[in-house]
């Protein structure tokens, strides 16, 4: 471990000292304000202080510095270029409650932006509002109790049937709005169950959530017999978008039968996921449920972009303001510069880079669950008991002392052991076989030195952590 500032204080060391003989600031703070003894704060020059934070900084993993093959979040390379247009004073500096007229060129952006959404995915109208993907989910879940209510028939539709390949937050999502979540198994090859489907179709459902892809890798190539078997009850299909990234430019959705989507712009569009401020997320819907998107909606009149709140049937507003406008430029920039045909690159570059590394991990020793082709992301598992015990978990943990971030592991729930690796577009031929030989290394240690594997990381400033005191007795504090 790095030592902390306060190990590294020595009295008298200051980073800051004002010149003899001014006015110094706490002489212009009335006295009653004051503390009255001096805060324990560790003493240091501020090269002390900028190189703690500099070597704390080195020490994390990130998508700028590791491979970071976390399965079902999709963590792309987010280009500078884009970041530095989004952020560009002329956006940056406008204030959030400036009048239309006043910031045409940022509402010009934001619809340029909607409608290629709407392009890529097939559907007719959108929202930018949602701060993030499970934000839109919930937001699509409101809009379908709004949509009910107003043919009256929110009292009998009550649940919302999700198959258990789906994303975690879609179940959560449905309980937050107040429906009875119906979980229906995958069949044996991991798509929807189609007589599983029919079993709980009924008058009483209100909508039914898939994945697409998948959280096993799968397309779901069913998915239209699925929307007619829904449709005929008079459900609302919706798709999670999240993982996008494998069907841009290949399959709009909105051909499928899905009547809303949602997409994570952090995933597919390059902002980056977590850490970096506000989501956002989008949510698209087909014509019928136009009315009940939440407001307020960029409209244009005689050529001039306005901002709309007049909707009566609008569930109304869900954010402060725009949404994270920041966020929504950043996407937009990012769209602009692959265009119509790199748009269909990144799918096919996805999905051929998952594929590759599958076949990778595979020759490794790792099994896949299924042998068939995945979209952008594989699903493996572990048996323990071949080798001398090792889980999935000390794979992972291993990982990390070869210099690459931990894949998900334990997800999907339907996989027992499992390790999901998603590579995503922006990865090399020599990254993913440099990976897939780590896990090969791994592997026949855990053949020959399972205790190794049992035991790692290694070469981390922080070894492997007593999980269950440290959810049960956290230490928060540098010094009890």
């Known amino acids: 471990m790095l030592p902390t500032l306060y190990e590294l204080s020595t009295e008298g060391r200051r980073a800051v000292r004002f010149p003899k003989g001014s006015t110094h600031p706490w002489q212009k703070i009335p006295s009653g304000l004051l503390r009255t003894k001096a805060p324990k704060l560790p003493e240091v020059t501020e090269l002390d202080a900028v190189r703690h934070f500099t070597q704390a900084s080195q020490l994390n993993y990130s998508v700028d510095t590791q491979f970071y093959p976390l399965g079902s979040c999709t963590m792309k390379y987010n280009p500078k270029a884009c970041f530095r247009l989004a952020f560009h004073p002329a956006f940056a500096g406008a204030h959030p409650e400036s009048p239309a007229w006043a910031i045409q060129g940022t509402l010009r952006a934001v619809k340029d932006f909607e409608n290629g959404l709407l392009e890529i995915t097939g559907m007719d109208a959108i929202t930018l509002a949602p701060a993030a993907g499970a934000h839109a989910e919930l937001v699509g879940i409101l809009i379908t109790n709004a949509y009910f209510r107003d043919k009256g028939e929110s009292k009998q539709r009550k649940k919302i049937i999700i198959p258990d390949s789906a994303h975690g937050t879609n179940p959560a999502s449905a309980a937050l709005g107040g429906y009875e979540v119906v979980t229906i198994k ?9 007589e599983d489907l029919k079993a709980h179709l009924d008058e009483t459902t209100a909508l039914v959530m898939m994945t697409v892809p998948n959280t096993l890798g799968l397309f779901e190539d069913q998915i239209m017999e699925a929307a007619r078997l829904v449709h005929n009850v008079g459900a609302q299909m919706y798709m999670d978008g999240a993982n996008m990234n494998a069907l841009m430019g290949i399959v709009k959705p909105g051909s499928l039968g899905f009547d809303m ?15 970096g401020g506000p989501g956002a997320g989008v949510l698209l819907v087909k014509r019928h449920l136009e009315p009940f998107l939440p407001v307020p909606r960029i409209a244009e009149k005689n050529g001039e972009l306005t901002v709309e709140d007049n909707a009566p049937k609008s569930i109304g507003r869900i954010r402060s303001f725009h949404g994270s406008t920041g966020n929504l430029l950043w996407a937009a920039a990012y769209l602009d510069l692959l265009g119509k045909e790199g748009v269909f690159d990144v799918s096919k570059q996805a999905i051929l880079n998952a594929n590759y590394l599958r076949v990778l991990l595979t020759e490794a020793g790792l099994t896949p669950y299924d042998d068939g082709p995945c979209m952008h992301e594989a699903v493996f598992t572990v048996d323990p008991k071949k080798l001398n015990g090792v889980r999935t978990l000390d794979i992972a943990k291993r990982l990390l002392d070869f210099g690459f971030y931990a894949p998900t592991v334990y997800f999907p729930l339907i996989v027992p052991e499992a390790i999901m690796v998603e590579p995503t577009e922006t990865e090399s031929p020599e990254t993913l076989e440099a990976f897939a030989q780590a896990v090969k290394t791994i592997l026949e240690e855990a053949r020959t ?9 290694h070469k981390l400033p922080v ?5 269950v005191t440290a959810a049960r007795s956290p230490v928060l504090r540098w010094r009890q």
């Open 261 to 275: 989507m949602h997409l994570n712009l952090h995933k597919t569009f390059s902002v980056p996921h977590g850490g």
């Open 463 to 467: 070894r492997r952590l007593d999980e």
């Open 449 to 457: 030195n399972p205790d190794h594997v049992k035991s790692a990381p």
């Open 186 to 194: 995958s069949n044996r090859r991991g798509r929807i169950n189609l």
